[in-house]
């Protein structure tokens, strides 16, 4: 059974997950409007990847006898300046949520929770491949300078991405 402390944190982290969804979802948005569909299906993407990541912390609560609690999701930011704007506020999210998952961490060590421990070395792994792939697109995008060929084609690329 889990504490009702970890139990409410990691209730939290489920609508984090979800509301990190949203953000990508609205990214996916804002570079279709820009007309950037590869970016924009990279965002998608990463949205569904969000929303299996905040089910897996929902389906271990339960799974714990726990209680799933879900909030208010707030509205994520939806415009940006420039595909470059959107990879900053890619990677400054995602090193957030790498914050809030070892804060997660910590909270199961004191409650001498292994079960929650063990369950979160997934998420402390995802969250280095997560800034990993946001610190490269962001560096390749600033690779392409101001050329719009260079954009259109990592634009491509980007799509690819299953």
Do not use: C
Request: charged share 30%.
């Amino acid at each position: 059974m889990l504490a009702k402390t970890m139990e409410e944190a990691l209730n939290r982290q489920v609508n984090r997950e979800f509301y990190s969804a949203y953000l990508y979802l609205a990214m996916s948005a804002w570079f279709e409007s820009q007309n950037l569909k590869g970016f924009a299906r990279w965002m998608r993407v990463q949205s569904r990847e969000e929303r299996a990541h905040g089910m897996k912390i929902y389906d271990y609560v339960l799974s714990r006898g726990g209680s799933v609690t879900l909030g208010i999701i707030e509205a994520p930011k939806d415009e940006w300046s420039s595909a470059g704007n959107v990879f900053e506020d890619v990677y400054f999210h995602e090193q957030k949520v790498t914050k809030m998952i070892h804060g997660l961490v910590k909270l199961a060590t004191k409650e001498k929770d292994p079960a929650t421990l063990d369950m979160l070395q997934w998420f402390v792994k995802e969250q280095v491949e997560e800034e990993a792939s946001a610190s490269e697109v962001l560096a390749r995008i600033k690779g392409t300078g101001k050329s719009p060929d260079h954009l259109i084609g990592l634009d491509h690329e980007m799509g690819r991405r299953e």
